[in-house]
Every structure is written in structure tokens, then in C-alpha cells.
């Protein structure tokens, strides 16, 4: 889906609020800055990436390249692609050589397991071969839609043969499954093992046994953030997993949060880039983010 606005629909007109009043100026000023920063910090972007994109602002025009609001509106969309802007790729189109594992974790209903079947799927699309790992998959209520998905797509799923109740499951079950392939191995990480000191300690077991056990594979932590939380609670998101290690964070229920804005809070704060957004509840529904676009998009609604 390239038509980022049909899913940002729930975001509010903040940032063409913004582009109005700078298109609207003929001159920069700090009375146009002092807007601009109600309006980022309106469109729920942190009190620090609204200081940071307003000081690089206002040191563009102190330099001489910013005169007009049209100048100003430019630089701050470049800016703001600047801070989205990362060079993985997800999607490579490359060879698959190695073994990935990708282990994925976040808060409870942030939409863990509905996104690594997501990821699960778009990889297998770009031609990788999958392995999804999920306890929740099976042992879950609420997963019913997702198997019915799964199915329908023909996605690799193993589990344990009981609930994970302990990383030490999780590395009995990955130690005595041997892959013979380039794999592309997703772990849903059990929520409920979440929470308390010793998760860091957990996951760094499960690294080091896959890396044991595949000394060519690539073992990375990634985050699920629900936008719906908003930027208030990047602080606490950073705090939980900031012994993790984490490679990148997927944004979760874009389409329907008017809190989008987080956005830029998450790559500023936590210091790992978005690689996807989560934009609906059916398997397809997660899109490579793409920041040129998801920051034009921002500026049409």
C-alpha cells in the first residue's frame, strides 16, 4: 500500500496546520517557530524531537538558509525524513545467505503475535524461507483469525509441545529443531515473560544458544510499540527494554491511533529506527516504512 494517507486517517490535520501557516509567511520568525512547536507537540511528538527539529530550524535560518515560511516548511520536511530515515532493509532483495532470527517483543496487546504473523508473511513474500515460532498461536483464545490466516498462506508454524512458561522451553524446543536451510526464524516472545530484572539475562540465553548452534546466523531483538500508548510512554517503553539490545521497532495500530506522532519520539528516544508500521488487524496489513512518503502523507491530511 503506498497511499499512506488511507491509513493515517485517524491522525489529525496538525502537520497541515503547520504547512499552512509557514506557506502562508513570507518571513521567518521565532513567533512561526513558537507555532510550529505547539503543533508538533499537539501531534503527539516528544517534548525532545520538537526541541531538537525547532533548534535545527532556527540554527538553518541563523546560517542564512531559511528567509521565508516556504524555506522554513522544506527544511523541516527534510528534516523530519532526516530523523525516520535509516538504512536497514528489511526486505533485501539479496541472496539469503544466513540464518536470521528475529525475536520479537513488547507489552502485552501491543499486537506481538498479529505482528510476527505479519512479518512472518511479508518475508515469505519477498522469497524468504520462514519459521514462525508463537505458543500464543496455539494456547491463545484469541488467535483464531490469525491460524485461519496462517493456514490460508501456508506459513511454517512450530511450537513447543507445552506452553512457554521459561526461556530455558523456548532454547529446549530451538535446540532440538535442526534447520538445514537459509531461514528466516521469527519468535513471538511470550508476553507474560515480559516483565521483572531477569528478561535481558533470558534473551541473551536465547542468543547465545542460537548463535551456539548457528555461529553464521544473525540473532536481533525487535520492539513492538502500540501508537495508541502515544509519546508519554516512550520514557517507560525505552526504560523496560533498554537492556535489550534492540536491532528496530515496528509501529503497531497506526490507522486507527490519532497518535502517530510517537513516531519520532520512538527513533529519538530509544535510538533504533522504524522499519515497519502496522496499518490493520488481516495478515497483510504491515507496510515497510517508507519515511519520504509517511512524512508527505503527514503533511496532507
Known amino acids: 500500500m503506498n497511499n499512506y494517507t488511507e491509513f493515517l486517517k485517524a491522525f489529525g490535520p496538525y502537520f497541515t496546520q503547520i504547512k499552512d501557516r509557514f506557506q502562508a509567511t513570507e518571513t521567518f520568525s521565532t513567533d512561526l517557530l513558537k507555532q510550529l512547536e505547539e503543533n508538533l507537540l499537539a501531534a503527539n511528538v516528544s517534548p525532545q524531537a520538537t526541541q531538537m527539529v525547532s533548534e535545527k530550524l532556527w540554527h538553518l535560518a541563523e546560517g542564512d538558509f531559511i528567509h521565508s515560511g516556504e524555506d522554513a516548511y522544506l527544511a523541516l520536511h527534510n528534516e523530519l525524513v532526516s530523523l525516520l530515515e535509516t538504512p536497514l532493509n528489511v526486505l533485501s532483495s539479496r541472496p539469503q545467505k544466513l540464518f536470521e532470527v528475529k525475536i520479537l517483543?513488547?507489552?502485552?496487546?501491543?499486537?506481538?503475535?498479529?505482528?510476527?504473523?505479519?512479518?512472518?508473511?511479508?518475508?515469505?513474500?519477498?522469497?524468504?524461507?520462514?519459521?514462525?515460532?508463537?505458543?500464543?498461536?496455539?494456547?491463545?483464545?484469541?488467535?483464531?483469525?490469525?491460524?485461519?490466516?496462517?493456514?490460508?498462506?501456508?506459513?511454517?508454524?512450530?511450537?513447543?509441545?507445552?506452553?512457554?512458561?521459561?526461556?530455558?522451553?523456548?532454547?529446549?524446543?530451538?535446540?532440538?529443531?535442526?534447520?538445514?536451510?537459509?531461514?528466516?526464524?521469527?519468535?513471538?516472545?511470550?508476553?507474560?515473560?515480559?516483565?521483572?530484572?531477569?528478561?535481558?539475562?533470558?534473551?541473551s540465553k536465547l542468543h547465545d544458544m542460537m548463535s551456539k548452534k548457528y555461529p553464521e546466523a544473525s540473532v536481533e531483538n525487535i520492539g513492538i510499540f502500540d501508537a495508541e500508548n502515544g509519546q508519554q510512554f516512550v520514557p517507560q517503553f525505552r526504560r523496560m527494554f533498554s537492556y535489550d539490545r534492540l536491532k528496530s521497532v515496528i509501529l503497531t495500530k497506526v490507522d486507527t491511533s490519532p497518535k502517530v506522532g510517537c513516531a519520532f519520539a520512538l527513533v529519538d528516544d530509544i535510538g533504533a529506527p522504524i522499519t515497519f508500521l502496522g496499518i490493520g488487524a488481516d495478515i497483510e496489513h504491515l507496510v515497510l516504512l517508507d519515511p519520504g512518503k509517511f512524512v508527505d502523507a503527514l503533511f496532507l491530511l
Open 105 to 203: 517483543i513488547g507489552w502485552p496487546d501491543s499486537g506481538v503475535t498479529t505482528t510476527a504473523v505479519k512479518l512472518a508473511y511479508h518475508l515469505k513474500k519477498a522469497g524468504k524461507n520462514v519459521f514462525l515460532i508463537s505458543d500464543a498461536l496455539i494456547y491463545s483464545t484469541k488467535t483464531k483469525n490469525l491460524r485461519k490466516q496462517i493456514r490460508e498462506n501456508t506459513i511454517d508454524v512450530q511450537n513447543p509441545d507445552q506452553a512457554v512458561d521459561s526461556i530455558d522451553t523456548m532454547c529446549n524446543f530451538l535446540q532440538s529443531t535442526l534447520f538445514t536451510e537459509p531461514m528466516s526464524i521469527i519468535i513471538d516472545f511470550p508476553t507474560h515473560l515480559i516483565g521483572g530484572n531477569t528478561r535481558s539475562h533470558e534473551l
